[in-house]
């Protein structure tokens, strides 16, 4: 009897340290899985926090070589160029089709001369309405903008020819304003067809002559 009382406890005593060990085990084992997660969840953000910066960091580099891009296509050109390249190049066009594109540009040809004319040039000074021209039943409107010199007044238009003269240009499919000092020369392109505007320095004091020509592109 006594021997067999012995034995019953002994086996408790195992159960009960087998069934202690199972629990520290599962324990164990679940604060080990929660870690794990944890750290896995950490990782997954750490990737995505990186996968963002990469593509910042790659977006920041396409428009830095954009830039350089335009700035070697563009060095002598106005803002308005380099912004239309620019975009071009960021959405994929490659840089030797822009300048492919630019090399097929030719002048423009077959011109034909379709009107000339004597407008006054406005100042701070003289605003008066010769200083606007319609042309074409108003297809195309003219004003011619500069900078007074000491013989302007209220009543006779003179300007400051040493000054860049600004042209505000108002057509059917839009506006453009350009400057330049005399002579110079605008452009109002089409798809097929492009008209000149040449302004040189006229006879009358205080005005410019603008020479307008149609041209058919190559």
């Not at 006594?2 to 679940?30: D, K, M, N, P, Q």
């Not at 400057?179 to 798809?191: K, S, W």
Request: net charge neutral; aromatic share 6%.
């Amino acid at each position: 009897m006594r021997s067999y009382i012995s034995l019953l406890l002994r086996v408790l005593v195992v159960g009960g340290v087998l069934w202690l060990g199972w629990l520290w085990g599962h324990a164990e084992t679940g604060s080990l899985r929660a870690e794990a997660e944890r750290t896995l969840y950490e990782n997954n953000q750490q990737i995505t926090e990186l996968s963002t910066e990469v593509q910042r960091l790659e977006m920041e580099l396409a428009e830095a070589r954009a830039k350089n891009k335009v700035d070697e296509l563009a060095q002598d050109n106005d803002a308005e160029l380099k912004a239309l390249v620019t975009k071009k190049i960021a959405r994929g066009v490659a840089p030797a089709q822009i300048i492919h594109a630019i090399q097929k540009l030719g002048r423009p040809s077959n011109c034909r001369q379709l009107d000339s004319r004597n407008i006054a040039v406005a100042t701070p000074i003289y605003g008066g309405p010769e200083s606007k021209a319609a042309l074409f039943d108003g297809g195309l409107n003219l004003h011619v903008e500069g900078e007074a010199d000491r013989k302007s007044s209220r009543e006779v238009p003179s300007f400051d020819r040493k000054m860049p003269l600004t042209v505000r240009m108002a057509f059917l499919n839009g506006q453009k304003v350009t400057q330049g000092t005399l002579p110079f020369r605008a452009m109002i392109p089409a798809e097929e067809w492009v008209l000149l505007l040449d302004f040189a320095e006229s006879s009358l004091h205080g005005y410019v002559t603008v020479t307008i020509s149609s041209c058919t592109q190559r």
